[in-house]
């Protein structure tokens, strides 16, 4: 999958690798790459720059600590991080239900 | 392993930002650590050494694109950081002078002629510019942390907070400027009414040139996004 149909989902893709656990930038990449089954092909370094506005937000906070015998700054979710999940959660269901029921032959074709 | 790929390529990166020395650092050692990882996954996964350090360079993204990326943030983060330092040293400033006022100018001589009215208008503004520039800035802090978690582009934000540490800075220094003017135009004996006050003025000049030069160096975080 290319990085422009990535644009605009990135934010969430990382809210969700986070999702109950704390994960080092590249540990965090390794997870969205294993999650997509290899498939999400954006450059890596595109992670960093998102982690950082989504700090800004309030959805994530940061700490530096010592992992593997380097250190290394950790990420996790915030209780704020939290709720912007759920609602990129809700609004994707909400997203797929509607295009698929158009493109997919769904309930909306039928009627 | 060789470092050599990784180096260049992070030296590539440091040359094209420009902004708070910290926050360039920690992007710069996240970059590093996370090509060295890339670089180990790589070897563990059977590439060569420098196939391996190419491969996470790809990876990473041309060096252009990633820039472009990340002095936005850095633009985000000058302009935050001049934003909280009007909002903090312009009240301060403005204590500093009532302080004077309050100790060393006292009230008006009355063996100098009284003020024309306009002058006690214009210092009335003056005195309220600094407070009002301080407000706008805070104000800005409190909309910028409400933009960004929408979905306004972090480019967009550099430039918003430059623009307005800019013009706040341009609207008190000539206040500044305006008042010692009109003071030198209506009586300059006023301008050197004791060492105190010379020394208010010498602490607000400085003050002032200094809060520019953050606002100049964040408009160009902020304009060199492309």
């Not at chain 1, 149909?5 to 969430?12: K, P, S």
């Not at chain 2, 590093?32 to 050494?49: F, K, P, Q, T």
């Not at chain 2, 302009?79 to 909002?87: D, N, Q």
Request: aromatic residues 6%; contains cysteine; hydrophobic residues 45%.
């Amino acid at each position: 999958m290319k990085p422009d149909a990535l644009r605009g989902h990135l934010d969430a893709l990382l809210l969700a690798t986070l999702d109950g656990r704390q994960l080092h930038g590249y540990a965090i990449i390794e997870a969205l790459q294993q999650g997509s089954g290899g498939v999400l092909d954006l450059p890596t370094g595109t992670v960093y720059p998102a982690l950082r506005r989504l700090e800004r937000a309030g959805h994530v906070s940061s700490d530096w600590s010592t992992v593997g015998g380097r250190q290394r700054r950790t990420y996790r979710l915030t209780s704020s991080g939290q709720r912007a999940l759920s609602a990129e959660r809700s609004a994707w269901r909400e997203f797929t239900s509607v295009i698929d029921g158009v493109l997919g032959g769904g309930k909306w074709k039928q009627v | 392993m060789e470092a050599g790929v990784i180096d260049r390529y992070v030296a590539d990166l440091d040359g094209r930002l420009r902004g708070p020395r910290a926050a360039k650092d920690d992007l710069l050692t996240e970059t590093r650590d996370s090509l060295v990882d890339a670089v180990e996954a790589h070897l563990e996964s059977g590439l060569s050494s420098s196939a391996a350090e190419r491969r996470a360079i790809e990876e990473f993204g041309p060096v252009g694109t990633i820039a472009r990326a990340y002095q936005a943030e850095l633009a985000v983060s000058a302009g935050t950081r001049t934003l909280v330092t009007i909002a903090v040293v312009l009240p301060l400033m403005h204590v500093m002078w009532e302080l004077n006022r309050w100790f060393f100018i006292g009230a008006w001589d009355p063996h100098m002629d009284a003020p024309p009215a306009w002058y006690l208008w214009l210092a009335k503004v003056n005195d309220m510019t600094g407070i009002v520039a301080a407000g706008v800035a805070f104000a800005a802090l409190l909309v910028g942390r409400y933009l960004c978690r929408g979905r306004t582009h972090s480019a967009t934000m550099g430039k918003l907070a430059s623009g307005l540490a800019l013009c706040s800075v341009a609207a008190v220094m000539t206040g500044q400027v305006a008042i010692m003017a009109a003071t030198w135009h209506v009586d300059v004996r006023m301008l050197l009414l004791s060492p105190p006050v010379t020394i208010a003025s010498a602490i607000s000049l400085v003050i002032l040139i200094w809060l520019g030069v953050l606002a100049r160096r964040c408009l160009s975080c902020a304009t060199i996004v492309r």
